[in-house]
């Protein structure tokens, strides 16, 4: 069973939480703030910790760094309030996984807690290989599949992992890029679905309806583009292009990271540019490339 620790100094958002992870069958333990949840964690030993901002005693930022640093194997997740975006995103480029708006928190919290859960648990069985790896470059180029999306970033995180580019906190992070940057690709790019549509979506996987995406993958305007992914991987760094064969976007329109950000792309670009070194985009719009470089201590 999953065990997820939670940080919440409110009793009532706190039961909310308890009572929606506990219903989905998670195994749930609750601190009241970062300090208590920072004793917990080696008798409790997580899979993942979702955390409150704002708390006593010990902020959630600084419980971020801590863990961080002293079990970063284990993801952790941000709860938000409005208004506190710069602090998320300074929580994102200290070794936060992901952050969620609290008023996105009843529609999007397991989808988060699933999205990073399963960049968590990316396979490492040709780790010992892959260190006496001088250097790979590998191509791809992907049909409009979201089961395609998965394999890829787990190859890349393997890589990373076992060229030692990063620790198991910066592997969950490069594989939380990569992967918003594929959907990206796919969705925004490819099949130029909005925000709207892609959550107008989930209700139609729930309801047995053909979706959207499929609909749109089967027509000629669509049905022929392509996702085309490089990697390139060194002990030194990793550069991940993914393009689109979409129209593409005005990059120099993106939104400030410290403003509010509640739409799925925005957070999505957020934590793309939080957690890798260096964002490119072409001038097109319908690429990106991705830099990361080998941390200091690896």
Not at 23 to 39: N, P
Not at 64 to 92: F, N, R, W
Not at 234 to 247: L, Y
Request: aromatic share 6%; with cysteine; net charge negative.
């Amino acid at each position: 069973m999953t065990r997820i620790l939670v940080a919440e100094d409110s009793p009532t958002q706190a039961f909310q939480i308890q009572t929606k992870l506990v219903d989905e069958g998670y195994e749930v333990q609750m601190a009241g703030d970062g300090q208590q949840a920072l004793e917990m964690v080696p008798k409790f030993w997580p899979h993942l910790i979702l955390t409150d901002m704002e708390m006593p005693v010990m902020p959630g930022l600084e419980l971020v760094e801590i863990c961080t640093t002293q079990y970063p194997a284990i993801p952790i997740i941000l709860i938000t309030a409005k208004g506190s975006d710069t602090t998320a995103v300074e929580a994102l480029e200290r070794g936060a996984a992901a952050y969620l708006p609290k008023s996105l928190l009843d529609e999007k919290l397991f989808a988060t807690i699933d999205e990073v859960l399963d960049v968590m648990e990316a396979d490492n069985s040709y780790a010992q290989l892959i260190q006496s790896m001088d250097y790979n470059e590998f191509r791809f180029t992907l049909e409009n599949k979201e089961e395609l999306i998965r394999p890829l970033v787990e190859l890349v995180q393997q890589m990373a992992g076992g060229l030692d580019l990063c620790d198991d906190t910066g592997r969950v992070r490069l594989g939380m890029a990569v992967d918003h940057a594929l959907r990206n690709a796919l969705l925004h790019g490819n099949l130029q679905l909005s925000p709207e549509e892609i959550e107008a979506d989930g209700e139609l996987i729930v309801s047995g309806e053909p979706t959207l995406v499929e609909r749109r993958r089967a027509e000629p305007e669509f049905c022929d583009r392509r996702i085309h992914v490089t990697a390139k991987l060194s002990p030194e760094r990793a550069e991940i292009t993914v393009r689109d064969d979409g129209n593409g976007f005005d990059h120099s329109s993106l939104p400030d990271p410290k403003e509010e950000l509640a739409d799925d792309t925005g957070r999505g670009l957020v934590l793309i540019r939080s957690m890798m070194d260096e964002v490119q985009f072409n001038d097109q719009g319908n690429e990106i490339t991705m830099l990361k470089y080998r941390d200091a201590e690896a």
